[in-house]
């Protein structure tokens, strides 16, 4: 980006986050439902679930908090929506900024409050028990994944915002995306599945990137589901990118 862009992108994403700390109740929102089913599944259901591992909630939160994003990214598209059906992206189009930083700033908006959800969910996993080795960098690591799997979906979302015909459209494409956890390795290890459930569950993104922050939590090597998770995230942001940018363009021309 040059240095327009970026001061442009600057400017609108403070604006928008102005918006998400006047109604802070979006980003509990977000993260009440996966609190709901991590409490669920520890506490009603974690019992009968065998996972090779003695404490469920360790198994539970890494899933838990990419339901989280997959939730929180619905909010991205209907304030995307809502912009455009008030017709201040025309505004935004007759003054001198940048086009994609109106985008730029709605996705890095979605970074910090999924950023904040997801900080809350950690928190109560470490009310509920959950430990973890692991240090700094394979904090940090985890951090970057969970980010760049936010500015995926978030694209995704970006795109539907842009789509949409009404509120309910822009926020209903989310629904399969937080339903996608629950056929992966997030609960359950995959081996327990039957076949055909199997296979799409170790050949779809969530499972490797589950799998990654699984070995990054208890300090475990890892194998090569970072970079399967890595080119998932990467290819998704990338085509979604390119899409909406087309679908923009068109929009406002």
Known sequence: MSTHVLGDTAVLTDRSLRHITRSMDTIITTAITPIAIM??????????????????????????????????IAYTAVRLFTDLQSGIFERFNSMPLARSSV?????????????????????????????????????????????LFTLALTWIAVIAGLSAKSVD?????????????????????????????????????????VNTIHDLFAQQPIGSDI???????????????????????????
């Open 169 to 209: 459209g822009a926020a209903g494409f989310s629904y399969p995306l937080i339903f996608l956890p629950f056929i992966s390795s997030a609960f359950v290890p995959t081996d327990t599945m039957p076949g055909p459930v199997r296979f799409f569950a170790e050949n779809q993104p969530v499972t490797s990137i």
């Open 39 to 72: 409490l669920l599944f520890v506490y009603v259901l974690g019992g009968a679930i065998e996972t090779g591992t003695g404490n469920y909630v360790n198994y539970l939160l890494p899933g838990i908090m990419l339901i989280a994003i997959a939730s929180g």
């Open 103 to 147: 985008l730029w700033a709605h996705v890095l908006t979605s970074l910090v409050a999924n950023g904040l959800s997801v900080v809350i969910i950690v928190l109560v996993g470490l009310a509920m028990g959950f430990r973890t080795s692991a240090g700094p960098l394979a904090w940090l690591a985890v951090a970057g994944i969970l980010a």
């Open 227 to 253: 970079w399967i998770a890595l080119a998932w995230c990467l290819g998704i942001l990338v085509v979604a990118n390119v899409f909406a940018m087309n679908i923009y363009r068109r929009k406002i021309s």
